[in-house]
């Protein structure tokens, strides 16, 4: 790995430094969904350099759940004035109202001082971080849905090769089934049954179908020939998911480590477990980006807000830790822990595994897509999730009910 720079900026590190041991320390609550073996190894990254090169305190306030549970308790801490130091969120469209309200702090001066507009790769993370000219967040990583993770275990458990592809994966479901295993590992909670049919549309339907409905919001392409294909996809799917019970993704992804599942759709935070379960890809498992179709990536992830407090010196703290997530060395201890890319162009990551370097060369190639987060309002992204619930709940539900339902949200879209 090389680290090119320091790119924590000097200026904080000096007053970091001048103030350090004195009382103006500050413990700094910073809230995130971050709960699962890899997802705490990684933020453990966090906060050990805040509290290594800073003379304040990291303060853990892991919320336990997912980001469904997590997002309403952090939003209405903030809205019913009792802001945490800092939080994570999905950059995109989630903060949107917050900032309206002028309840996050504008950490432009720090951008600048540091240079992210130079450094960050794809410029849409930090355009997502930004409204009317000021920066709000700093993007920490970027995190793809794209991907299937399948056990190299489970499928030699059953006699059949590792697939290389949807069609493949789909046709060995019936030798995994005979194994006594299942062959698609999923979660039972909303985003992840809403995360994976997103991942199934730009697979199966391709991008520029998918950049109709997403980006243009085009009912008609909704409700059309290609996007027929994903929903039909989703009854195989939903078929072969049926047998699994579990609720938390890492749930899931654990059944899939273990053997007991072939694979499961899920962004690439994933790889933190398999890292932490001590697999290796390409020898336990294998990923397939845009589940070995159309290799392409979307470019979401997570960013860190700093909700606005009455108190100088919280805010020098908030933005010393604004300033360090992304210096060049934490950018490349969290994300190798957490399984995302760094959102440095000037960071080369030699110790990335198989998978990201996958990742790394689609996105050097290019071949990246905005995220939901980022196109569709939370509104919109919760009427999707209620329709995945059910459909993916119910077997009765049909493909042509659901891709109508499906149309007509996108249609009404904002
Ligand atoms: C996403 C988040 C990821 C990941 C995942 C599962 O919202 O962007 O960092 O950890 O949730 O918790």
Not at 58 to 85: C, Y
Request: glycine share 10%; charged share 20%; hydrophobic share 45%.
């Amino acid at each position: 790995m090389k680290i090119m720079d320091k790119s924590f900026s000097i200026s904080m590190l000096t007053a970091a430094l001048m103030t350090s041991g004195l009382a103006n320390a500050v413990d700094l609550e910073v809230t995130h969904w971050w709960t699962s073996g890899g997802e705490a190894a990684a933020v453990a990254e966090f906060a050990k350099a805040f509290d290594e090169n800073t003379s304040h305190k990291w303060v853990d306030g892991a919320i336990a759940g997912s980001g469904g549970t997590a997002r309403p308790i952090i939003i209405s801490r903030i809205l019913g004035g009792k802001p945490m130091g800092a939080t994570q969120l999905n950059h995109g469209r989630q903060a949107e109202e917050l900032i309206e309200e002028g309840l996050l702090l504008d950490i432009t001066d720090v951008a600048m001082a540091d240079g992210w507009k130079d450094v960050v790769n794809p410029s849409s993370l930090l355009d997502s971080c930004t409204l009317d000219g000021k920066i709000y967040c700093v993007p920490v990583n970027i995190h793809s849905w794209e991907w299937i993770w399948l056990s190299h275990q489970a499928y030699e458990d059953a006699g059949v090769a590792v697939p290389s592809n949807w069609e493949e994966f789909v046709a060995a479901a019936p030798a995994l089934e005979k194994a006594g295993k299942i062959p698609l590992a999923m979660g039972q909670q909303a985003w992840q049954r809403s995360g994976a049919f997103g991942v199934m549309s730009i697979a199966i339907a391709g991008i520029d179908a998918w950049k109709a409905v997403n980006i243009d919001k085009d009912a008609a392409v909704a409700a059309g020939p290609e996007y027929k294909k994903v929903f039909d996809a989703a009854v195989n799917a939903r078929a072969m998911a049926a047998n699994s019970k579990v609720q938390d993704w890492n749930q899931a992804t654990n059944m899939v480590i273990t053997g007991q599942a072939g694979g499961q759709i899920m962004g690439d935070w994933a790889q933190g477990e398999f890292q932490v379960a001590g697999q290796v890809a390409g020898e336990d498992y294998t990923c397939l980006p845009g589940l070995g179709a159309n290799e392409v990536i979307s470019t979401g992830g997570d960013a860190f807000y700093f909700p606005k407090q009455d108190d100088p010196e919280v805010t020098k703290a908030q933005k010393e830790l604004a300033s360090l997530m992304m210096s060049q060395a934490v950018q490349v201890a969290f994300n190798l822990k957490k399984g995302s890319l760094p959102v440095r162009g000037d960071i080369e990551l030699d110790t990335a595994n198989d998978c990201m370097k996958k990742g790394l060369k689609i996105l050097a190639d290019g071949n990246v897509l905005p995220s939901g987060d980022m196109l569709l309002s939370a509104d919109t992204q919760g009427q999707l999730e209620d329709l995945m619930v059910e459909f993916w709940s119910d077997t009765s539900y049909s493909a042509e009910d659901a891709q109508k339902r499906y149309a007509a949200i996108i249609g009404s879209a904002d």
